[in-house]
């Protein structure tokens, strides 16, 4: 049997360190793996210099339960 467990994160850094401690707390030969994504907050029609959009970063780690 799998099972998914979710994460996110404004923060990629913040996001890495949640999944590196939940991967370490699994059991060796358990992670099927793992998937990133990027996801836009605010989508604009214009782009001012030194404003970046926020981001949210998500995770999936998928596993053997």
């Not at 994160?9 to 890495?16: A, E, M, P």
């Not at 590196?20 to 996801?39: P, Q, W």
């Given at each position: 049997m799998y099972?998914?467990?979710?994460?996110?994160?404004?923060?990629?850094?913040?996001?890495?360190r949640l999944?590196?401690?939940?991967l370490?707390?699994l059991a060796?030969?358990k992670?099927?793996?793992?998937?990133?994504?990027?996801v836009?907050?605010?989508?604009?029609?214009?782009?001012?210099?030194g404003?970046?959009p926020?981001?949210?970063?998500?995770?999936?780690v998928?596993?053997?339960?």
């Amino acid at each position: 049997m799998y099972e998914a467990k979710g994460f996110q994160s404004t923060d990629f850094t913040d996001l890495v360190r949640l999944v590196n401690d939940f991967l370490g707390s699994l059991a060796e030969g358990k992670l099927i793996d793992v998937k990133y994504n990027t996801v836009p907050l605010a989508v604009s029609s214009h782009t001012e210099y030194g404003v970046n959009p926020d981001t949210k970063y998500t995770a999936m780690v998928i596993f053997k339960k």
